[in-house]
């Protein structure tokens, strides 16, 4: 559910993604926050 898990799980779906290719350096809070939002978006 998007507007409960915590940033903790966020980052680590989105590290565990085959597609994500960016460091863990670049999944940062206002990424997660962003990811989150469109998410909460996609489910409306």
């Given at each position: 559910d998007p507007q409960t898990i915590n940033f903790v799980d966020l980052r680590q779906l989105v590290m565990d993604l085959?597609?994500?290719?960016e460091?863990?350096?670049q999944?940062?809070?206002r990424?997660?926050?962003a990811i989150q939002?469109?998410?909460i978006e996609?489910?409306?």
């Amino acid at each position: 559910d998007p507007q409960t898990i915590n940033f903790v799980d966020l980052r680590q779906l989105v590290m565990d993604l085959d597609d994500f290719e960016e460091g863990n350096s670049q999944c940062g809070e206002r990424v997660l926050e962003a990811i989150q939002m469109a998410w909460i978006e996609e489910n409306e």
